[in-house]
Structures are given as C-alpha cells and as structure tokens.
C-alpha cells in the first residue's frame, strides 16, 4: 500500500497550487472591474450602477489579501513537510516530491505579487454617499 506521508504531500500540494490560482483569479477580476466602473462612468451609466459595481470591486479586493494569507499558511506547511519528509525523495525519483517543490517555487512568485490596496486609488469611492467630482462631470 502506497505511503501515507505521499498522500499528504500531494493534498498538500494541490491546496499550494489551487490557493495561488485563486489569488491570481481574484487580482484579474479586480482589474476588470475597475475597466468596467471606469468606463461606466466615461459612458455615463446610472450613479446606483457604478456604486453597485463599487461595492463588487471592493468585496473582490477584500479577498486578496484573505488569499495572500491563506497561500502563505498552505505553503509553510507544504514546506516544512518537504523539510521533515525528506526521506521520501533519497533517490530523487519520487514525482510528488519534486511536484510539490515546483508548486512552493510559483508560489513564492505569487506571493511576490503586489496586493492591491483594499480602498481602489484608482477608482474614486465616495466616502460619504455622494457623487465623487468625476462622477457628477460624466452626468
């Protein structure tokens, strides 16, 4: 019967590797939400349709850094098990092994990536319910 320890480590793995594309996933639709508020507001859409957009863009932003963390835990225990697990990879055959240690490499490259600020500086939100300057001039 196969390795227990094997097992964990691709558990391990996969979480490393589904956790770095979900922070990717969340940056990317943050920056087409912000292309769409922006050009909403060029075009002159309803005020109550750019602060709903508004209010999607931020709850959007308040999960990066939610995925920047969670990412950070999964890979130090990723780490730390290819640490203690050593034995597994003696004759440096085990695919898993190496599987995992590529997966810790794109993850430090996706924690390397810039976490946007979670009120957009980009986007003007308008802090007490009215209309910020730019939007009252595409009105």
């Known amino acids: 019967?196969?390795?227990?320890?094997?097992?964990?480590?691709?558990?391990?793995?996969?979480?490393?590797?589904?956790?770095?594309?979900?922070?990717?996933?969340?940056?990317?639709?943050?920056?087409?939400?912000?292309?769409?508020?922006?050009?909403?507001?060029?075009?002159?859409?309803?005020i109550h349709d750019v602060r709903k957009m508004r209010e999607v863009l931020q709850e959007t932003l308040m999960m990066i850094p939610d995925c920047h963390r969670r990412l950070l835990v999964a890979?130090?225990?990723?780490?730390?098990?290819?640490?203690?697990?050593?034995?597994?990879?003696?004759?440096?055959?085990?695919?898993?092994?190496?599987a995992a240690e590529a997966q810790l490499k794109e993850a430090d490259e996706h924690l390397k990536v810039d976490q946007p600020v979670t009120k957009d500086k980009d986007v003007k939100t308008s802090t007490n319910g009215r209309d910020s300057p730019e939007e009252k001039k595409s009105t």
């Open 1 to 46: 019967m196969a390795d227990p320890r094997i097992k964990q480590l691709k558990i391990k793995t996969g979480v490393v590797k589904r956790v770095g594309k979900e922070k990717l996933s969340y940056m990317k639709e943050a920056d087409q939400q912000k292309a769409k508020i922006e050009k909403m507001i060029e075009e002159g859409k309803d």
């Open 75 to 98: 890979s130090g225990e990723l780490s730390i098990m290819l640490e203690t697990e050593a034995d597994l990879n003696t004759d440096g055959e085990c695919e898993e092994f190496s």
